[in-house]
């Protein structure tokens, strides 16, 4: 009997999942959706790449569609789903390159990333809290400072000042995380070089179109003329 009671707790469990939330539209919300369920005992690092890879090879609007699922996933009021999100958040960020950094440095993502942070630090932060300064902070010390594209991130180093002034501590970096997101040599071709850098001005305007400020309008304008070869600045 407590074997059929728990199988059906199981079950139970899994009804409220399928039916939590708006359902999963895309390929991509059902991958992220199944990365994030509370019966997963620990993540799924091969779905969890899988999703980094179909976001590599979708491009588009895929890095923004992620961020906006996975960061719902993070504020689940289930502490299981919030670090599944958290660990496959690390992962794209990870092996996403520029298109999905650019996302999660968004004030939108970001805000929405710390929402369940109190205006004043707990005694004691939570294990969600704790993983997510940790990622701030990773974010911080690599992508923000060696980063190409750094100037693209700096809603992120203001998110940890932010953080900071309130009286938040941040964890240290593990030296192995550091080095992933700091490649120490770059043996890639010219030719893969400038592929990666159309490839982030193509995610660079789509960003700027999305937020249609007349400034980022401007932006988008300036842009265009440079891809285009008009503008070799």
Not at 10 to 28: E, I
Not at 193 to 206: C, G, N, T, Y
Request: proline share 6%.
């Amino acid at each position: 009997l407590p074997i059929v009671e728990a199988a059906s707790a199981r079950y139970a469990a899994r009804d409220r999942w399928v039916n939590d939330g708006p359902a999963p539209q895309t390929p991509l919300q059902r991958y992220i959706h199944n990365a994030c369920d509370p019966q997963n005992f620990e993540p799924n690092l091969a779905l969890n790449l899988e999703i980094a890879d179909l976001i590599n090879a979708k491009k588009g609007n895929a890095p923004r569609e992620a961020a906006v699922a996975i960061v719902q996933y993070v504020n689940h009021r289930n502490p299981n789903v919030s670090m599944l999100a958290l660990t496959l958040l690390d992962i794209c960020v990870k092996n996403c390159g520029y298109a999905f950094h650019l996302q999660i440095s968004t004030k939108d993502f970001l805000n929405e990333l710390v929402r369940r942070f109190p205006e004043r630090p707990p005694m004691r932060v939570s294990r969600v809290q704790n993983r997510i300064l940790e990622l701030i902070e990773e974010w911080r010390s690599t992508i923000c400072v060696t980063s190409k594209y750094r100037e693209d991130l700096g809603f992120i180093r203001d998110m940890h000042r932010l953080l900071s002034y309130k009286g938040y501590t941040f964890p240290e970096v593990k030296r192995e995380d550091a080095a992933v997101l700091n490649p120490t040599n770059d043996l890639r071709s010219a030719e893969e070089m400038e592929e990666e850098e159309r490839a982030a001005q193509s995610a660079k305007l789509q960003e700027l179109i999305r937020r249609g400020t007349p400034h980022d309008l401007q932006e988008a304008n300036k842009l265009m003329k440079i891809m285009a070869g008009f503008d070799t600045r």
